[in-house]
């Protein structure tokens, strides 16, 4: 599985939308970029994931540049709740494991 | 409904005695996930099952370490002679179906203390 590469942490105000990179440049056509998040202790939740679309859920926006070489997660109005550890994952189709490198650790400034 | 569950939620054992991890994933969930995380990392992938078959254990440390699901539910880990060094959360996780499409949903974590 291609390797991702975060920044290991990052501000935002309350309010505000909070733009989390992620550059994954060995990605291969069959993989996937996935989007989870941990709050302090709690077990990893799932965001949203793409394979070369821009997609959007309840919770995000994940923006997939055309060469794939990179994505940003988008969280439109950032709250307190948001402060968390959030793991770009690339995952080849066919695969099922997880590999989670040592993420972005988001602090939600009120 | 209910999400996956783990037990216990905090083990404390002695070096040298052997540990069961359950995980109860959500019912329906085909794929069930087994990973360690240590403080100040992301988890790291142990094993999964798709049904009762074990589909891929590489991520098991040792031999000490062994998972089963025998009837495609429930999954027990187990780590034989524990060492201190198997100190970490273990997290269970499953997912509807296998395939990279679908996300994995994940318990709250057993926390094994080895003393």
């Known amino acids: 599985d291609a390797k991702t590469t975060q920044p290991p942490s990052m501000d935002c105000a309350e309010g505000r939308a909070a733009n989390l990179p992620c550059n994954h440049s060995?990605?291969?056509?069959?993989?996937?970029v996935y989007w989870y998040r941990q709050i302090h202790s709690q077990g990893p939740q799932y965001i949203i994931h793409g394979l070369k679309n821009n997609e959007t859920n309840e919770m995000a926006s994940l923006i997939i540049t055309e060469d794939r070489k990179s994505s940003t997660l988008i969280l439109p109005h950032a709250t307190l709740r948001d402060t968390a550890v959030y793991y770009c994952?690339?995952?080849?189709?066919?695969?099922?494991?997880?590999?989670f490198g040592t993420g972005t650790r988001l602090t939600i400034i009120p | 409904g209910a999400g996956v569950s783990q037990s216990p939620r905090y083990k404390v054992t002695k070096r040298g005695q052997d540990v069961a991890l359950r995980c109860d994933p959500i019912s329906g969930h085909v794929s069930l996930y087994w990973y360690r995380q240590a403080l100040g990392q992301g988890p790291e992938f142990l094993t999964y099952f798709n049904y009762e078959a074990q589909q891929d254990k590489s991520g098991l440390p040792n031999d000490r370490f062994s998972a089963e699901r025998p009837e495609g539910s429930i999954s027990t880990l187990t780590i034989q002679r524990t060492e201190q060094r198997d100190s970490a959360m273990y997290r269970c996780?499953?997912?509807?179906?296998?395939?990279?499409?679908?996300?994995?949903?994940f318990g709250p974590g057993t926390r094994l203390t080895v003393t």
């Open positions: 996780a499953s997912s509807l179906v296998a395939g990279s499409n679908y996300e994995q949903y």
């Open positions: 994952i690339v995952i080849d189709f066919g695969n099922e494991k997880l590999t």
């Open positions: 060995t990605i291969s056509g069959n993989e996937y």
